[in-house]
């Protein structure tokens, strides 16, 4: 899940009360930490694969209900899958109401994190930089649910060639250049993202 940005005005699913807070923030169980930091954005690969096949929300880590939310872009379609696992609709709700890559406030994938997170934690490194694609939130039934896997049996996320409850609309594609409005607001959101880690209760 792309970086998020401090917002106190919306609350997290109440399931998700265990998971730890960074800057405010719920942190997704499938972002990756470094150096006492979580990393929006980067997500922990071995904890992709087990959301992927053991049907879990990729933010509370939870089993999936009756609703799966799966965020697609145009890329996920050309390939026939979503790599990122699927959450539970009130999950999603959340991640795009706190995270600027969802909700369209930021228009490049950030760039890409220190080398030493990106050994630890895979990350989707042809994305950074980027400007953002558009993001759609799917919804679909345990019964459309199948993993996608690779000719070498690899895990490669959740196929979309099945039934949609619904598609709506999250974010447009954004423009190819910046102005440097929007570049100043850039760096002022991954600046927000380079304060140090402080524990929070
Ligand atoms: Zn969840």
Redesign the pocket.
């Given at each position: 899940m792309p970086q998020a940005r401090r917002s106190r005005a919306v609350r997290p699913?109440a399931?998700?009360a265990a998971l730890p807070r960074h800057g405010g923030l719920t942190v997704p169980w499938i972002t990756g930490w470094f150096d006492g930091r979580p990393y929006f954005g980067v997500n922990f690969p071995v904890r992709r694969v087990q959301c992927v096949v053991h049907r879990l929300?990729q933010?509370?880590r939870?089993p999936l209900g009756r609703r799966i939310g799966l965020v697609v872009r145009p890329a996920d379609l050309a390939v026939g899958y979503v790599d990122e696992p699927g959450?539970?609709p009130a999950?999603l709700d959340y991640a795009v109401a706190v995270c600027p890559m969802l909700n369209g406030t930021m228009d490049r994938y950030r760039a890409a994190p220190p080398a030493a997170v990106a050994r630890l934690v895979a990350l989707t490194a042809s994305r950074a930089g980027l400007p953002a694609e558009a993001y759609d939130a799917w919804y679909i039934t345990p019964s459309g649910y199948h993993v996608a896997y690779g000719p070498d049996g690899s895990v490669l996320g959740i196929r979309l060639d099945t039934p949609v409850l619904l598609k709506k609309p999250l974010r447009a594609a954004a423009r190819p250049r910046l102005t440097e409005e929007h570049a100043a607001r850039q760096r002022a959101v991954i600046d927000l993202e380079q304060l140090p880690a402080r524990p929070e209760g």
């Open positions: 699913p399931r998700a929300c933010f509370c939870q959450m539970h999950c």
